[in-house]
């Protein structure tokens, strides 16, 4: 059993955005913020796969775009 | 939630809940996808329920990790298997838990696909729902299928062949096998159907690429695609011609479109606006059943403009002088009077081929699938020895087969013309087959009713229904009429003549259909029948393993995913249970290890299979490819480059993937395969090669050899020589570098029968010298009816002034033991294109497979495709005073009337009315959903398009007619 | 902070219907309900192109905007998803999406709640446990947790549509065009960049 996420989504997202802020354009639309009323859901990397470990996941996504690209494998 | 599957057969594995709506009244036009479903309204007015019973858990395990075995509770394994939906070979693999095949994820290491999938490739998982599968041996009891125990049906079924063997001779039975089968099961029903005693067999290759075979062997020694999808990414020019790779190959195009990204002109040339076309540089439309005018029509330019390759040809290419006569005589005008297309088109297209070299040239079922098809595919032949492109990287004559594994049901599989290996008939072949197999050729020969009936070709299964219905004087066998036929494997549907077939069926004393989804010969049968039909459950290829022969000659190891659902048996082990009852068992495992399924069957191993072709066809190299060998490029398929298909390192450092035959030589000379046939930059030892000298070596005292100077690289003779047999090798002085049981077994003996593989190896290894010998290929293929390809018009032909300029063949008495119409039916219908005024011509539909069966039973596939059409142009639709969507008839002059949807469209030219040919379950107008086996029934079902074509076949294979035939359109 | 995004290549896609039936055999989508599809236009005549489309995860989603009940929000990945148990089914969000993804299956307790929106996941789940039954059952599986993609790409028999982190596609995409020597013809390009810059390539 994974733990569960403790914050609500919005919160998170905000947490996120705080850290992200200085140098990307926040992508989740300002005016939703706060008002989402459904369930908060865990984050990707949370879990039983990566159990947390953020940068793992973040390789293997990375690894999985990498194999759409067939010029990554053919010259 | 899981559901552990009770391997005790008669269980119902799992209660799914009630089939997806077979009745859903709803139909939907092809192309109007977004009035569909999901869109209409946010209702989802077809949605019902699917249970969720099959969760798969987090992780699927890495393939490499995943243990042979295992799978107990709540463990997830992952097993590596093959689409069996074509011949492109993508790799699948498969996450099963507690024996449910859980999930489906891409297998990015596969130098094949790339991960990648079509539609059919993308659902193969519901192989293991499996709703609309035959659950259980049944049998026609008074007009209506009943549940039979499997004992009670190989029993019944034993009885009748046996009894009909008896009475009329064993060529009164008829077995039509499968592409659809593994290499060790097509080879095993090879075999078991000799001795059961008859060449009386045959399967799906003679009506997709029988003509292929016969031309491209013919010409230059192997009836196979000579490079492969992979290689086309050196192509710089590419000529689609009767080929719909987008829809019929698509992960193919992952390769072609990658070549056109980097340069490649694309050009398709199809009596269609096919999806493939659409992605073309250039297209053209031809005139269906035109091809020879229009390929004579390219080479008149290249001739004329001297871009053929001279030296090529001087060296490599034989009687291409009368070839040349015959082209010069297709002046632009009269390739335009006849083809439709102008004099500027065909010149580019010539000129893109000739300047853009290595060009390549693919095509399918559209030159295949004709009177002329011999000769169709010859003249691309020619046109790629003209330009020197054969035995090049980039270039060759990549034919893309059908099945997943038609290929290499061709090469080892149940032909009535050949023993495994394209051995031929003859005494020798039986001998050497013989040996083999470890029986005595005496006793195979007193299972045949005459050694006469044992080297003669038997019938094809393009005309089997004639088998039955021929004046039983006029048949080329003394038994007479065929009285049984077996359908193991293969549609009913997609043969010709659909409205005679229910006749023969009828006629029938017996007809057996072994199949995991038999319904469309269930639903005929029993349509015209009231008794003497029975239907065997075969599993599919995930539930058993073995290998498949992708398009480009690679074998790849299936691993079993799941066990057999429900009391369905895999084809090896329903073989054996016969074999059993007629008396030949032991015969038939001589060297093959039985080992018992979970309910006490003997099922033979694929593995033991497996290796007894390898010890037995030299011919074409299927030595070399031990299953342990291809086991380990399973397992490895990251270490092989995806342009070359070679390994860069690791355990199969060297191979090519798949090891694409020819893989000479025992397994353990570790020949890597051949990547492109007839390739002389290579050493035979690295899969390099030359044409083969299967012709003799001089035709009216000119040499049929190469021209010295042009041999494989590092032969040690640089010039032409004949295959290598133990006079040659003796003369040669090479004999003594044979050990001495290797002499023993070469003594009198050929590199095609010497089964120690002495004298390849010597030849190979030693010298770097072909075994097959070094000639020239043949633009004049002397021994077929039409030595340089002529073009003659179709039998139907909507042309009566070109049927008198181009007449078709004399009719032909025996021709694989049947009376075959040409001219005298051609004369017949000569203007019957005033009542029937339209060119009827069929093809693929991406979500759908051959008949259709197996596809239309799987709702993933089936809810993209719910309705048989027909495309026909406005101007047609105009004139018949229909629109788009409304039902018409499309009548053929059979007189057989198929009531589908209009599909009006551009797509086709007027005058060309386009049907897929994958429905079945209609029958003129009328739903068959009666004479289904309950629970059997596909969820789509629709007029089969061969209820209507008409009568027509190729003058050396008997490749049947089905790509230019006529009909008339009315409003319904 | 990866932000996923689809992006389907117009001269690969074949209209072939690998993608959607990827989708249907990954989380057991019900028949009646597309999550994606594949839209041709010029059908049969040259320039001819299709398109495979889902749910596009906008950055200003307007089913976010509408959602009465406020059961749509973003993940930080840049996944739209939606509670199904706040979810009142009123169909609010299907008529705001500009690509017609919601979908409203009728079956009885398809996808765990009758008459409830369905849409593509991005195949990321959805807000119940990662990996858990009910998150199966309601919202189909969560790949993206598993360190994957979406399967209708990671499937997609040319490599047309692709899915992932839209800096890295974009990479994948510019190459490709690079090489084509031609225009940027994905789909959107156009309406997004204008005809002018299209020409000015
Ligand atoms: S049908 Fe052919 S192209 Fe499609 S997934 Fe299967 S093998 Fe690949
Ligand atoms: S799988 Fe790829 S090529 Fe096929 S329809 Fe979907 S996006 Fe297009
Ligand atoms: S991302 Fe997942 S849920 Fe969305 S369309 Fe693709 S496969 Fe279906």
Not at chain 2, 782 to 787: E, H
Not at chain 3, 72 to 98: N, Q, R, S, W
Request: some cysteine.
């Amino acid at each position: 059993m994974k733990p569960r996420f403790p914050l609500r989504l919005p919160a998170a997202v905000a947490a996120l955005l705080l850290l992200a802020g200085c140098s990307e354009e926040p992508q989740v639309v300002q005016y939703e913020q706060g008002k989402y009323q459904g369930k908060a859901d865990s984050r990707p990397w949370e879990g039983g796969t990566f159990n947390g470990d953020k940068a793992a996941w973040e390789r293997a996504l990375h690894e999985r775009v990498r194999s759409q690209n067939e010029y990554q494998r053919v010259e | 939630m899981l559901i552990k599957k009770n391997a005790a057969p008669g269980n119902a594995f799992r209660q799914l809940a009630s089939p997806v709506a077979r009745h859903l009244g709803e139909t939907m036009d092809r192309r109007a996808f977004l009035r569909r479903s999901g869109l209409g309204a946010g209702a989802g007015v077809l949605a019902t329920q699917l249970p969720y019973n099959l969760i798969g858990s987090a992780d699927a395990a890495s393939p490499a990790a995943a243990p042979a075995t295992g799978g107990g509770e709540g463990e997830e394994v992952v097993r590596r298997t093959v689409c069996t939906h074509c011949s492109v070979g993508c790799a699948i693999d498969a996450v099963v838990r507690n024996g449910v095949w859980v999930r489906q994820e891409p297998v990015f290491d596969s130098p094949l696909n790339l991960g990648a999938h079509c539609a059919k490739g993308a659902s193969v998982r519901e192989h293991g729902h499996g709703e609309h599968r035959l659950k259980y041996p049944m049998k026609l009891v008074d007009g209506k299928y009943q549940k039979i125990s499997w004992e009670q049906a190989i029993n019944e079924v034993g009885d009748r062949l046996l009894k009909i063997r008896e009475e009329s001779g064993p060529d009164a039975v008829y077995w039509i096998g499968s592409s659809k089968h593994s290499n060790e099961q097509a080879y095993l029903m090879r075999k078991f159907v000799s001795f059961f005693g008859t060449n009386n067999m045959d399967h799906q290759a003679r009506i997709c690429h029988s003509t292929t075979v016969a031309g491209v062997a013919n010409t230059w020694g192997y009836g196979a695609m000579t490079n492969s999808y992979n290689d086309m990414q050196n192509a710089r020019a590419m000529l689609f011609i009767g080929s719909n790779a987008a829809e019929a190959h698509p992960v193919s195009l992952l390769h072609i479109l990658h070549a056109k990204e980097t340069g490649a002109k694309m050009i398709v040339v199809d009596p269609r606006f096919t999806r493939t076309a659409a992605k073309a540089d250039y297209y053209a439309r031809i005139r269906s059943g035109t091809d020879i005018p229009f390929i004579w029509g390219m080479l008149y330019h290249i001739f004329e403009n001297g871009w053929e390759d001279r030296e090529y040809i001087r060296q490599r290419v034989y009687g291409l002088d009368k070839v040349r006569e015959e082209v010069m005589k297709w002046t632009p005008d009269k390739v335009q009077e006849v083809t439709g297309i102008a004099e500027e088109q065909v010149y580019t297209i010539a000129e893109t081929l000739a300047k853009n070299k290595p060009s390549t040239v693919v095509w399918c079922m559209g030159q295949t699938q004709h009177t002329v098809g011999n000769g169709n595919v010859r003249a691309m032949c020619i046109l790629q020895l003209v330009l020197g492109n054969v035995g090049v990287s980039g270039g060759g004559t990549n034919i893309f087969r059908g099945h997943d594994n038609v290929q290499g049901a061709t090469d080892v599989g149940p032909n009535p013309d050949s023993l495994p290996g394209y051995y031929g008939l003859a005494a020798g072949s039986w001998q050497h087959w013989c040996r083999v197999w470890g029986v005595d050729y005496e006793w195979v020969k007193g299972r045949y009713a005459s050694e006469e009936l044992m080297t003669k070709s038997g019938i094809t299964v393009s005309r089997w229904i004639d088998g039955v219905l021929e004046n039983p004087a006029d048949i080329d066998q003394p038994g007479g009429n065929l009285r049984a036929v077996v359908y193991w494997g293969h549609a009913p549907n997609s043969q010709t003549r659909g409205a005679e077939m229910v006749e023969a069926m009828k006629k029938l004393d017996t007809l057996v259909v072994i199949d995991p989804y038999p319904s469309a010969t269930a639903s005929m049968a029993a349509m015209v029948r009231k008794d003497g039909v029975y239907l065997l459950p075969a599993a599919t290829q995930f539930e058993t393993s073995g290998t498949a022969t992708a398009s480009n000659r690679s074998l790849q190891w299936r691993e079993k995913v799941i066990e057999p659902l429900f009391e369905s048996k895999p084809d090896q082990t329903i073989m054996y249970a016969f074999a059993k009852k007629f008396g030949f068992a032991d015969e038939l495992v001589k060297n093959i290890k039985l080992v018992k399924d979970k309910q006490g069957w003997d099922e033979p191993e694929p593995e033991d299979i497996l290796r007894e072709i390898n010890r037995g066809t030299w011919t074409i190299g299927y030595t070399g490819q031990s299953p342990e060998r291809l086991k380990l490029h399973m397992q490895n398929m990251h270490t092989f480059d995806v342009k070359t298909l070679r390994a860069n390192g690791g355990p199969c450092d060297g191979d090519y993937f798949g090891l694409p035959w020819p893989c000479y030589g025992n397994p353990e000379l570790k020949h890597p395969g051949t990547p492109n046939l007839y390739d002389t930059s290579k050493h035979v030892m690295e899969g390099g090669g030359n044409f083969r000298a299967n012709f003799g070596v001089e035709k009216d005292g000119v040499s049929l050899l190469a021209e010295d100077g042009s041999a494989s690289k590092g032969a040690e003779l640089q010039m032409g020589y004949p295959e290598f047999d133990d006079v040659l090798l003796k003369k040669l002085g090479w004999w003594d570098e044979l050990s001495d049981a290797e002499k023993a077994a070469a003594e009198g003996r050929n590199w095609k029968t010497d089964l120690s593989g002495g004298i390849m190896r010597v030849a190979m290894q030693n010298h770097g010298m072909h075994p097959f010998g070094n000639a020239k290929a043949r633009a004049l293929v002397w021994n077929f009816p039409d030595p340089v390809p002529l073009h003659r018009e179709p039998i139907y032909s909507p042309r009566p002034d070109l049927v008198d300029k181009y007449p078709t063949h004399e009719d032909k008495m025996k021709f694989w033991r049947l009376p075959t119409l040409y001219k005298t039916l051609q004369d017949k219908v000569r203007d019957i294109s005033k009542e029937y005024p339209l060119i009827m011509t069929s093809g693929r539909l991406v979500e759908y497979e051959g008949g259709g069966e197996e596809t239309r039973s799987n709702p993933w596939l089936a809810e993209l495709q719910q309705e048989m059409f027909a495309e026909v142009n406005p101007k047609d639709a105009n004139d018949a005073g229909f629109r788009n969507g409304d039902y018409i008839w499309v009548e053929s002059p059979t007189k057989a009337k198929l009531k589908v949807r209009a599909q009006v469209t551009q797509r086709v030219a007027p005058g060309t009315v386009f049907l897929p040919f994958h429905f079945s379950g209609w029958w003129q107008g009328r739903d068959m959903l009666e004479y289904y086996p309950e629970g059997a029934a596909p969820i789509v079902r629709g007029e089969a398009v061969n209820t209507a074509t008409t009568y027509g076949y190729d003058s050396v294979t008997m490749m049947q007619e089905t790509k230019t035939t006529l009909c008339r359109v009315a409003k319904a | 902070m990866a932000r996923m995004k689809f992006l389907c290549d117009a001269e690969r896609c074949i209209e072939c219907n690998g993608c959607v039936t990827a989708c249907k055999n990954e989380h057991e989508v019900p028949w009646g309900v597309n999550r994606r599809r594949v839209v041709t236009i010029n059908d049969g005549v040259p320039g001819e192109r299709s398109m495979s489309v889902a749910c596009m995860h906008c950055s200003d989603a307007p089913c976010i905007a509408v959602c009465p009940t406020n059961v749509i929000y973003h993940t930080a990945e840049g996944v739209v998803l939606h509670d199904k148990d706040g979810c009142i089914g009123c169909g609010y969000c299907f008529y705001a999406c500009p690509f017609g993804a919601p979908q409203f299956p009728n079956g009885p307790a398809a996808f765990g709640a009758r008459g409830k929106m369905d849409k593509c996941t991005f195949c990321a789940g959805g807000p119940e446990e990662n990996h858990s039954e009910a998150e199966f059952e309601k919202y189909g599986r969560n790949r993206l947790a598993q360190g994957k993609l979406p399967l209708c790409a990671e499937m997609c028999s040319t490599k047309a549509l692709l899915a992932g982190d839209a800096a890295e596609l974009s990479d994948i995409f510019r190459e490709r065009a690079l090489r084509r020597g031609k225009g940027f013809e994905a789909w959107g390009w156009m309406t997004a960049y204008g005809k002018d810059k299209e020409e000015a390539k």
